[in-house]
């Protein structure tokens, strides 16, 4: 289960910060991150974190979104600084592991809103 806060109104050029908790039955994490779905057009991948630690950001956060990960908590951020209104959608955090050996899960939160105003 996923667990994610964190979205509101924000003026453009402001920022924000997203959590998403992951609990219940896990072995292991192997990708975490975020996605976001403004009306009207498909979901896409914002940031995530991928096996071994790398990360992957879509080319419209470089160097306003920051991706950060507390391992023990199983828990991802997303700061998200200079925002603009085309950042405006909802967002979802995306989980994807085992939950026993051999066994795979893949968890979708429940989405949070961001609102950017110009």
């Known amino acids: 289960q996923l667990q994610a806060s964190g979205g509101g109104l924000v003026q453009a050029g402001g920022s924000l910060r997203l959590s998403c908790a992951a609990s219940?039955?896990?072995?292991?994490?192997?990708?975490m991150g975020w996605h976001r779905q403004a009306p009207g057009k498909r979901r896409e991948l914002v940031a995530i974190?991928?096996?071994?630690?790398?990360?992957n950001y879509a080319d419209f956060v470089k160097g306003r979104f920051t991706i950060s990960r507390d391992n023990a908590e199983n828990t991802v951020y997303l700061q998200m600084n200079s925002l603009k209104p085309e950042d405006t959608a909802v967002y979802y955090c995306?989980?994807?592991?085992?939950?026993?050996?051999?066994?795979?899960?893949?968890?979708w939160g429940q989405g949070t809103l961001v609102t950017v105003s110009s």
């Open positions: 995306n989980a994807a592991g085992t939950v026993y050996p051999g066994i795979p899960f893949n968890s």
């Open positions: 974190f991928k096996s071994g630690g790398s990360t």
């Open positions: 219940g039955s896990i072995f292991r994490i192997n990708a």
